[in-house]
């Protein structure tokens, strides 16, 4: 069925592919930009201007495609979430990956730092163990000297 059965004021489905497949691209193509900055470590001051910008685009793309039509706000309304479910989907893809990699960063970190804490634990258990096998410790000084000698 076409597009413009469903919605008579709609134009001949052409432009409503033209415009999945424009905020598409543009989805696609503006997910790798902020990866860039991501990777750069430059997108956190730009989150406010990255998020105005696809926006902006997001609207001045069905615009131009139905700027000689009359559409109703209802009509005009599914275009626009048409729009932005096209240029989204890439985004969230993108936000959802990067996510993914940072916590598993987080959790390699996490892992590495769990070894270095056994490791200073197993050390200090084998320092207490000095200790209690001297026959008598007569100050802070003799600890701290043995913690030294780790």
């Known amino acids: 069925m076409d597009v413009s059965q469903v919605f008579p004021a709609f134009p001949p489905g052409q432009e409503i592919a033209i415009l999945v497949l424009g905020e598409f691209l543009f989805g696609v193509f503006y997910n790798w930009l902020v990866d860039l900055a991501h990777k750069a470590k430059i997108y956190d001051p730009l989150v406010a201007v990255s998020v105005a910008l696809g926006v902006a685009v997001s609207v001045v793309i069905p615009t131009g495609l139905f700027w000689k039509d009359t559409l109703a706000a209802w009509q005009w309304?599914?275009?626009?979430?048409?729009?932005?479910?096209?240029?989204?989907?890439?985004?969230?893809?993108?936000?959802?990956?990067?996510?993914?990699?940072?916590?598993?960063?987080?959790?390699?970190?996490?892992?590495?730092?769990?070894?270095?804490?056994?490791?200073?634990?197993?050390?200090?258990?084998?320092?207490?163990?000095?200790?209690?096998?001297?026959?008598?410790?007569?100050?802070?000084?003799?600890?701290?000297?043995?913690?030294?000698?780790?």
Do not use: W
């Open 77 to 150: 309304s599914i275009v626009m979430l048409i729009s932005f479910i096209g240029s989204g989907s890439p985004m969230i893809y993108g936000s959802l990956r990067r996510m993914s990699k940072q916590n598993h960063k987080r959790m390699r970190i996490t892992g590495t730092a769990a070894r270095i804490r056994d490791e200073a634990i197993m050390d200090l258990k084998l320092v207490v163990e000095r200790i209690d096998d001297a026959d008598c410790v007569r100050d802070v000084y003799q600890v701290i000297g043995a913690l030294k000698n780790i």
